[in-house]
Structures are given as C-alpha cells and as structure tokens.
C-alpha cells in the first residue's frame, strides 16, 4: 500500500510540474519578467536623460522663445511691432556684444 501511494504522489508532482520531462523550464522562468523589467527602467532612464528633458519648462524653450532664446524673442517682438528699429538694433547689439572680438583702449 505504501507503493501506490508514492506512485500517486509522483503522479500528482508530474502533472503539477508540467510533465516534468525535462520541459518544465525550471527557476530559469523567474528571470523573464525580471528581464523586461529591467527593459521597462532602462527605456524610462534614457527617455528622462533625453527627450523628457527638452519639455516646455527647461531653459531656452518657454514661451515666445521658440527654443532659441533671447534674439529669438527680440526678433518676435519686433516683428509683432512693440519695438522700432532703432530700440531692436540696440538690444541686438548688447545681446551679440559677447560674440564680438573685444576692443581694447576701452573707447568706443
């Protein structure tokens, strides 16, 4: 009687363990979702180091800035006409007087 009921048992462990033929995939399967999870995370990390960042709140991209900054935004006003010509040329000017080589002498 003690036979049957450790046949029975091995039965009932086969089924439970797919067929336990050697398809059963074994502790292996536990690292499939460990896997795309970690997939998940590093998809998310690069999306926040890169495009995320470049959103509506970072510098150089506000509004009426059209990503350009401030010679962008002098231009937009000037073409909307709440500048003249004269006040846009010399806002231009302090705004590139950085791009300019230096002058030395200290005048004019």
């Known amino acids: ?3 049957t009921d ?22 292996w399967i536990l690292l499939v979702p460990l896997f795309w ?7 998310v990390l690069i999306l926040r180091r890169t495009v995320w960042r ?6 150089g991209c506000g509004p009426g800035q059209g990503g350009q900054g401030p010679l962008a935004t002098l231009g937009d ?6 500048i003249d010509v ?3 040329r010399a ?5 590139t007087e950085h791009l300019r080589q230096p002058q030395t002498g200290g005048g004019k």
């Not at 439970?16 to 074994?26: F, I, S, T, V």
């Not at 006003?77 to 709440?82: L, P, Q, S, T």
Request: no cysteine; net charge negative.
């Open 1 to 3: 009687m003690g036979d």
């Open 6 to 27: 450790d046949t029975e048992e091995m039965d009932v462990m086969d089924t439970l363990l797919a067929n336990a033929d050697g398809h059963w995939p074994g502790p």
């Open 37 to 43: 999870a970690a997939a998940v995370v590093l998809v």
């Open 54 to 59: 470049r959103g509506p709140w970072s510098h």
């Open 77 to 82: 006003r000037y073409a909307r006409g709440e």
């Open 86 to 88: 004269e006040e846009y």
């Open 91 to 95: 806002r231009r000017s302090v705004l």
